[in-house]
């Protein structure tokens, strides 16, 4: 008779437990994502009402700043092994508050907030309207509400770094749609996104429709961080082609929302030649071919006729029916802007300048200034030696030179 734990081990080793189980994981991740932002919502709602009481207290009251240092040891003592309530973390709350409920950036505040968002814009939905006999929602409710979307470490980075509010709700806001970490936001603002966001290199507004062309200028950057692909050279324009393609995933995420890899050196069959898109990509929103051609330097004219030229052929042979018109990105090192502009001018099809972003150098005033790897080994291997020589001493004494 054959031993039932025997069997039972062969039946759950088959493919359907596997699928079983990473189905399972998954519902969990899931589940802890969701406790995770449900208990960052209510954190953030917590420190606003802390921050709005100290404040008003202090004005309606009179309280000095003492009031702070006493409000941490009274809170401190009553939830004893608590973080978060030192008095600067008290102030931060008050500052928090302070920072978006000033009448004059409410108003700016609620009115960018009542703006489609990013993502609403390139997916063309929006949140149904609430009938007329819903409640009328305060603004200030509207922002606190807005403000818990983001974990509380992202809205102290966005306070320390901005004091723009459009900025700071457009960083909100991507942070929001996109589940940006706060290493990201960092990165992000370094890189000053949302000046990116308004430099519009490219022909969208008269190549396109209206709608698609606003999609097309929120879906599509003007720059490109490149960072993750851990290089600050690369060898040639195909070099940097197949490090994209390897960290394709990285690289979807750095382009944004809806795009999709097609394929690499996609050919385009012409009569008796062929030519190749460096990178081809399929934007789900947008319902368009997004073809990227890779370039080392700066962008001259001639990168612009090319792709017109391909956008032509995937527009007469590749595009499927119902979909829009194809969109070109020309990726290069640096731009000119306004040669950008007059290469652009009379191109009938959708194509974008964008620049990109490897890992940073030395400023030109500090190269050659520092030490090179191989110096900075040299030095640590003489004071690894210096150090075991003063162990050795059985002093513990530094030996010294005879002269």
Request: net charge positive; with cysteine.
């Given at each position: 008779m054959p031993d039932i734990r025997s069997t039972m081990a062969k039946r759950i080793s088959i493919p359907e437990y596997r699928d079983f189980l990473t189905a399972?994981?998954?519902r969990i991740d899931a589940?802890?994502?969701q406790a995770a932002r449900a208990v960052n919502h209510e954190l953030v709602l917590l420190y606003w009402d802390i921050g709005k009481g100290i404040l008003e207290k202090q004005r309606k009251l009179g309280w000095g700043d003492g009031v702070v240092e006493r409000l941490s040891r009274d809170l401190n003592k009553h939830y004893?092994?608590?973080f978060g309530f030192s008095s600067r973390n008290l102030w931060d709350m008050r500052r928090f508050y302070e920072a978006w409920?000033?009448?004059?950036?409410?108003r700016q505040a609620v009115a960018e907030l009542q703006k489609p968002s990013r993502k609403e814009i390139i997916t063309g939905k929006r949140p149904s309207r609430k009938p007329a006999t819903a409640r009328v929602v305060k603004p200030i409710e509207i922002l606190r509400q807005a403000v818990a979307e983001i974990p509380w470490s992202h809205h102290l980075l966005l306070l320390n770094k901005l004091s723009d509010v459009?900025?700071?709700?457009w960083y909100m806001r991507a942070c929001a749609h996109f589940g940006w970490s706060r290493n990201v936001l960092l990165n992000q603002i370094l890189a000053d996104a949302y000046g990116q966001s308004r430099n519009r290199t490219n022909n969208f507004a008269k190549a396109l429709p209206t709608v698609l062309a606003m999609q097309a200028q929120e879906a599509i950057k003007s720059s490109y961080n490149l960072d993750f692909l851990g290089v600050a050279k690369v060898m040639d324009e195909r070099d940097l082609e197949e490090r994209l393609v390897e960290r394709v995933r990285d690289f979807i995420l750095e382009l944004g929302y809806g795009f999709c890899f097609v394929g690499q050196q996609h050919r385009l069959s012409l009569g008796r030649k062929d030519y190749r898109v460096d990178l081809l990509f399929y934007h789900r929103f947008l319902r368009s071919l997004v073809a990227i051609d890779l370039k080392l330097n700066e962008f001259e004219p001639e990168h612009a006729g090319k792709m017109d030229f391909y956008l032509n052929v995937l527009n007469a042979k590749e595009r499927a029916p119902g979909d829009n018109g194809s969109i070109g990105i020309i990726?290069?090192?640096e731009q000119d802007e306004m040669v950008v502009e007059f290469s652009l001018l009379r191109k009938q099809n959708a194509i974008g300048v964008a620049s990109y972003r490897l890992l940073h150098e030395l400023p030109k005033d500090l190269q050659g200034k520092l030490p090179s790897a191989r110096e900075l080994k040299d030095?640590?291997?003489r004071a690894l030696a210096s150090e075991n020589a003063s162990s050795a001493d059985p002093k513990g004494q530094k030996t010294r030179k005879r002269t």
């Open positions: 399972m994981r998954e589940a802890r994502g004893p092994g608590t409920a000033s009448p004059p950036i409410l459009h900025e700071r709700i990726l290069c090192a030095v640590l291997a």
